[in-house]
């Protein structure tokens, strides 16, 4: 059974840009969610796709945007990147949340 | 606002040592509880998943153990190995929080030869 796959595994963006992310869930499983991982700030919900629609959201700016499409495939996007924007970026997917959640390798964004 | 606490920071011990990390929530209300493993620059494995009636989990050389009432959780791992070395998170689901993990600012664990 496939896990939870992210790409791409790295990105280097210059500061003003927009970049996209892309999650594909295990096989079966309807929920993804996004997190930021920085060393300061530690781990941050952003948003959770559920059936194609956003159904939870973190504290994050106007910025941090995503979708879910049919088949669960989601995707993150950031626009305008910021320095700040620099973080390793993981999906997690669910079946429901009794059963917890499987994250994903992440993405590495560098913003320069 | 859930705040979820790991003590300590970084632990270093000897092989063969046994262990226990400890994640402390400040609302009790919770659903779950999830702890995790995380190799440097990688994702997040995950361990054990407690629901919030359990008492405790096992899965091989690591147990998770959970008192709800008074926001306390602990991992305990016996007979550590370096390949061990990793750093732990543990994350709270709570009841009304949907799909919204919190987590933990985790433990650094160095297993020695």
């Known amino acids: 059974k496939a896990g939870v796959t992210q790409t791409p595994r790295y990105l280097i963006k210059t500061r003003g840009q927009q970049v996209t992310l892309s999650c594909s869930p295990i096989s079966g499983h309807r929920s993804v969610s996004w997190y930021q991982q920085t060393p300061g700030q530690g781990l941050q919900f952003l948003f959770e796709?559920?059936?194609?629609?956003?159904?939870n959201k973190g504290n994050f700016p106007g910025r941090f945007s995503g979708r879910q499409f049919s088949n669960s495939r989601s995707e993150m996007n950031v626009s305008t990147l910021e320095l700040g924007d620099s973080a390793l970026y993981l999906c997690?997917?669910?079946?429901?949340?009794?059963?917890?959640?499987?994250f994903g390798s992440g993405t590495r964004l560098t913003v320069v | 606002k859930q705040e979820v606490t790991q003590i300590p920071a970084a632990l270093s011990v000897p092989e063969g040592e046994n262990l226990v990390l400890n994640c402390s929530f400040t609302?009790?209300?919770?659903?779950?509880l999830q702890w995790f493993r995380q190799d440097p620059g990688k994702g997040l494995t995950s361990l054990l998943l407690?629901?919030?009636?359990?008492r405790e989990q096992t899965s091989g050389r690591l147990n998770a153990s959970l008192d709800k009432s008074s926001g306390r959780s602990t991992l305990y791992i016996a007979a550590s190995q370096p390949g061990d070395s990793a750093t732990y998170l543990c994350?709270?689901?709570?009841?009304?929080?949907?799909?919204?993990?919190?987590f933990g600012e985790g433990t650094q664990l160095t297993v020695n030869p």
């Open positions: 994350a709270v689901l709570e009841e009304t929080s949907g799909s919204r993990l919190t």
């Open positions: 609302d009790s209300a919770i659903y779950n």
């Open positions: 407690i629901q919030s009636s359990q």
């Open positions: 997690a997917s669910s079946q429901d949340r009794h059963y917890g959640y499987t």
């Open positions: 796709y559920f059936s194609e629609t956003q159904r």
